[in-house]
């Protein structure tokens, strides 16, 4: 029981409020409006939920693209909702909602929902359905989730930015959660995600593969844990289907996902429990040779030493002291079915990340803080974000990253903003590289002195986000 309870006490020191990131999310529907030139109200539910700050963080982004997502390709413009009586400005809800240890996030808009026919016609061209196929609207639905699946015919990079909703998908994999997307009651996009609170322990089910090996696989991908004779297992060659009552699932066997023999589990499959599990396709039936007990482990990654391995989440130490891999059921499974793609979709979402590149914004100033408040400003609103201490690093940064837009304080050691203004106008490659300075010198000295220099425009401190994402969206506008 003491243990127990330092245990909780620990684990409440690590929470914190959704409320912590609330400004950013709001942030990030104002910049995508703008940008969209559509208008939406964002309604945040359940910001008083307490979740571990580690997955709060990591979780930030993935809601992020969610948002410009809605905003980009769920929200219709103006006209066209007042068309279609809905009014002029799109609602876009998000609500945190805990169940047990697991903490469930909905994202829902009122736009014009999914595009089933669009996206099946995408999934013909990347063949990942046959012409002749005629799947429901949850298949279709799962097949965005796919890597590089994306129905934009522009690339933009208020959303998505040439990459889909895999980004997203493999982020929340990667916090051990699951994604859905589906259709909301009101016509519009419904996307539920599902995580643990803390990532400091996860409730496992220990199981047995061999005469000795053991795998624990964490309940929350689980949807149902069913006793040996529950249900019945079809053997069809090399592949088994399971059948619940009116429900029938694919399946295989745990032994064969983790590379372990199973030709003796074939021979009296009724004999072994089956794990329902989430996966990106659907739910998966998993056949596993034995089920031992069930653990709160800590789940440990494998240190610097040994690279991530696919479909292993991390490893926990037992009472004994033995060392248990964890396994991702979810990736074990999606990597088996895009072995079965022959990994086409794959090769192609990398060529469609390698051939679009962010804007690139470089952040010039000695402040620490001013440099990662600015930075994550810029990265949240989908430009890539780098940092120099002062005009000399911002030299050399030039010409290794070729940025499209510069943020230069006026006071810095080694080299101050006029100097590098100076400098990049007399360099033919960056000379009409936009330069905007931003400074607490506000005096009309400072300005002409500025002016005189080249700036392009001249922000004074304590500044505004709108402000600075005006500027830079306004400098980049003017140079294509």
């Known amino acids: 029981r003491l243990s127990k309870e330092l245990q909780q006490m620990v684990m409440t020191t690590r929470l914190v409020p959704v409320s912590t990131i609330a400004s950013r999310l709001q942030r990030t529907v104002r910049q995508a409006c703008r940008a969209t030139g559509k208008q939406a109200e964002l309604s945040i539910y359940g910001q008083e939920l307490l979740l571990d700050g580690d997955v709060l963080n990591k979780l930030a982004d993935p809601l992020m693209h969610l948002l410009r997502n809605a905003v980009d390709h769920g929200v219709e413009d103006g006209d066209t909702r007042i068309a279609a009586g809905k009014s002029a400005t799109g609602r876009i809800v998000l609500r945190f909602v805990q169940e047990g240890n697991n903490v469930a996030v909905s994202c829902e808009d009122d736009g014009r929902g999914l595009d089933y026919e669009r996206i099946r016609e995408t999934a013909i061209e990347r063949e990942l359905i046959a012409s002749g196929d005629a799947p429901d609207n949850e298949m279709l639905a799962r097949l965005i989730l796919r890597a590089g699946f994306s129905t934009s015919t522009r690339v933009t990079q208020v959303s998505g930015r040439g990459v889909g909703l895999d980004v997203v998908n493999n982020a929340i994999q990667a916090l051990n959660g699951t994604m859905k997307v589906g259709d909301a009651n009101d016509g519009g ?223 810095m050691p080694r080299m101050n903003g006029f100097e590098l203004i100076g400098y990049i106008r007399n360099t033919s490659e960056w000379r009409n590289m936009p330069v905007v300075m931003i400074t607490s010198r506000n005096m009309a000295k400072h300005r002409q002195k500025a002016e005189a220099a080249g700036v392009n425009r001249f922000i004074a401190k304590p500044f505004g986000d709108d402000e600075i994402l005006e500027c830079i969206e306004a400098e980049l506008a003017a140079l294509v």
């Open 189 to 411: 996009t419904l996307v539920s995600l599902r995580l643990p609170i803390t990532l400091l322990t996860s409730h496992c089910l220990l199981t047995g593969v061999g005469r000795d090996k053991l795998y624990a696989i964490p309940t929350l991908s689980l949807t149902q844990i069913l006793s040996p004779g529950m249900g019945s297992i079809e053997n069809l060659g090399n592949e088994f289907r399971y059948r619940l009552e009116e429900d029938d699932y694919p399946a295989i066997t745990l032994n064969a996902l983790v590379g372990a023999p199973d030709g003796q589990m074939r021979e009296a499959l009724e004999r072994h429990s089956v794990l329902l599990v989430r996966a990106a396709d659907g739910v998966v039936a998993v056949i596993v040779e034995r089920v031992v007990t069930s653990y709160d482990l800590v789940v440990k990654n494998m240190g610097a030493f040994v690279k991530s391995v696919s479909g292993i989440a991390g490893v926990s130490m037992l009472g004994n002291g033995e060392v248990v891999p964890v396994l991702d059921l979810a990736a074990l499974l999606q990597a088996r079915s895009d072995a079965g793609l022959g990994g086409t979709q794959l090769e192609a979402a990398a060529e469609i990340e390698e051939a679009v590149g962010l804007p690139k914004v470089l952040i010039v100033d000695d402040s620490l803080s001013v440099r990662n408040s600015l930075a994550q400003l810029i990265r949240d609103s989908g430009y890539e974000a780098i940092l120099a201490r002062d005009g000399l690093e911002a030299v050399n940064l030039l010409r290794a990253e070729a940025p499209d837009i510069v943020l230069t304080d006026l006071e």
